[in-house]
């Protein structure tokens, strides 16, 4: 399984921006997305995961915020992210996570996103 996550950038306070997360290879047993992201200094922390069938989950700080998607035909997984504030700045991370046969995480390269004040 590979991940590839792109749309980072410079964005300013309030701003919006839009991270994408391809995925190919043999993803059949994949049945969680997922964000996650990590500030200098700071430890990796969830974002936002998607299942198969669409259930969603948010960390509190992006409640309102950010929004995660799918589109299934592409094996894309999508992050809007609006209302940006500098606290959102950190390089993002998508993960695959397959629990059969055997759990594993699958983890793509991260995309910086910086929010200027």
């Known amino acids: 399984v590979q991940l590839q996550a792109y749309g980072g950038g410079l964005v300013q306070t309030g701003g919006s921006l839009r991270l994408s997360c391809a995925l190919s290879?043999?993803?059949?047993?994949?049945?969680?997305m997922g964000w996650y992201r990590q500030a200098p200094g700071k430890q990796r922390e969830l974002v936002a995961t998607?299942?198969?069938?669409?259930?969603?989950n948010y960390a509190d700080f992006v409640k309102g915020r950010f929004t995660i998607s799918r589109d299934g035909a592409k094996n894309t997984v999508y992050l809007q992210m609006n209302s940006l504030k500098p606290e959102d700045t950190a390089v993002y991370y998508c993960r695959a996570d397959q629990d059969q046969p055997y759990r594993v995480y699958y983890w793509g390269k991260g995309t910086l996103v910086t929010v200027s004040s």
């Open positions: 290879g043999s993803i059949s047993r994949i049945n969680v």
């Open positions: 998607i299942t198969n069938g669409g259930r969603t």
